[in-house]
């Protein structure tokens, strides 16, 4: 595909004898945002965690086929985690502030990484939170505690802190599943407005979420992928017969 | 559709299709009954036609209030929202044929003291062509057959060339007959509207292909002879075959 940014060819994925993900095959478009959609358990969330190598960390996962970004295969022996994990950002389902004051929360990466002195930090801080949609909310309380912000403001810190270390990919596991309408209008505008910089990709339950944020959908379906394409052809006309049942509440 | 898991969205889906078809049966009658009443000049007919469209309104304003809440509450997607659309698209072709029904029906007592006028005219052809197509084209709908959708498309030309022909001959009439300009001028309205019939069953025919395949063949010419299977003008063939 012209202008992808992740490139999965066969990839297989093990838990221990359960096989969690089949022969997925995809090409994922540089500065869009893809949906993965499909019923609990489908491997949505495995196959997003297979992007920053997330599943590494637990016991007995045995993977196949390949990832490569920019076309740089991620699991290729001697690949640097941790710089591999710095350029793919993760926001998960629940917003997950270190308890510390807003400014050090976000701060934090690019202190521990580096990434400039206290002048260049503090710069870093302002602009994360400003492309996070949060600065005006906050810029007069930066030093107050992070759990002091409401559920909505929590999740876009974890985004504005994800920002700081400087991705180009951000995955989201269920981003805004646990807030109001308000709060996940607000997610929701911010992943249209970051997707001008970043290629996202967003696991959500959520169909008309999906259908409103994304530009390309992918149905998963016990850990097969089943459908791939641009999110207006699959809510309006989908090719194959298994996503029609899902997208239109026939089964799932 | 009897198979989502909400059984309350499938129940609303069905009693979308029940009122369409309803709203169908009634339209198809309302124009078959002016077609009737004109080709035997019966007042009383006519007028019954005149009272009924208030049903054929009521039915209108039933279907669109029912589509806009399965919008607004049911947020359908793939085949659930194209059938929703096109009961939106074909309600308003219905209520268009019932206005021209009406239409029809509202002339028939001026053409009283002129009673071989219309015989003289392609009416009754047209009549016929037009009451098939609306048949079909509901059948095409209701079915979802693009085959029958085809057979409705292709007959529109018949009924635009008999109302050429009804406006060719009734100006000739009102050139020799000053007399019956006024009968004349109504039959050529009747024309209009016959061939607007055709016209709304058309557009259904061209929604069922919707409902089918998801295809958009409105404005392309789909199912004339001349054009490609999405309604483009075909390639002319090579010099020298």
Redesign the interface.
Known sequence: MKNSKISIENLNLFYGKKQALRDISLEIPEKKVTALIGPSGCGKSTFLRSLNRMNDLINGVRITGSVRIDDEDIYARGVDVVHLRRRIGMVFQKSNPFPKSIFENVAYGPRINGLGGRQEIAELVEQSLRQAALWDEVKDRLKESALGLSGGQQQRLCIARSLAVGPDILLMDEPASALDPIATAKIEELIFELKSRYTILIVTHNLQQAARVSDYTAFFYLGELVEFGKTRGIFTNPANERTEKYVTGKFG | MT????KR?DEELDKLGNRILKMSALVQQQVTDAIDALLRGDVALAAQVIEGDDKVDLYDTKIEKHCMRLLALQ????????TVLSALSVNRNLERMGDAAVNIAERIHLLQQHGDIVSRTHVREMGEVATAMIKDALTAFTEADVSIARSVVVRDNIIDEQDQQNFDLLTDIMRGHPDLVEAASHLLMISRNLERLADEATNIAEEAVFVAD?KIVKHRGWGRPDRSEDGDVAAPAPAGE
């Open positions: 198979d989502h898991i909400l969205f947020a359908p997607v793939a085949m659930d929202l194209r998801a």
